[in-house]
């Protein structure tokens, strides 16, 4: 079972960066797909990002702005999140599934989930 650790989270203002980070337990890379969810409270989870086989996929509202990388040594995966807006706001999950060779958007598609890390942008 692979365990996920997210750290990086905190508070930023408007137009600010944050660096998340999550580490596992044992190597994903050409075993699984790493994505980054988030959810705002009192809304369902979304999608942010994923890194798979098959490439990078990011969410339309954070397209050019958020940008993820590997550290394939470390087992960790960053997520660099610029020209933060306060509706980014939310706690933040990485998660890995068994999809290196696809991709998914999908939150059931992913099997395991880090205990997420809160990310605040005050206006």
């Known amino acids: 079972q692979v365990q996920l650790v997210e750290s990086g989270g905190g508070l930023v203002q408007a137009g600010g960066s944050l660096r998340l980070s999550c580490t596992a337990s044992?190597?994903?890379?050409?075993?699984?797909?790493v994505g980054w969810f988030r959810q705002a409270a009192g809304k369902e989870r979304e999608f942010v990002a994923t890194?798979?086989?098959?490439?990078?996929n990011y969410a339309d509202p954070v397209k050019g702005r958020f940008t993820m990388s590997r550290d394939n040594a470390k087992n960790t995966v960053h997520l660099q999140m610029n020209s933060l807006k306060p509706e980014d706001t939310a706690v933040y999950y990485c998660?890995?599934?068994?999809?290196?060779?696809?991709?998914?958007?999908?939150?059931?598609?992913?099997?395991?989930w880090g205990q997420g890390t809160q990310v605040t942008v005050a206006s």
């Open positions: 998660a890995a599934g068994r999809l290196w060779h696809t991709t998914s958007r999908a939150p059931r598609d992913y099997d395991y």
């Open positions: 044992e190597r994903t890379v050409n075993m699984y797909s």
């Open positions: 890194w798979s086989g098959v490439g990078t």
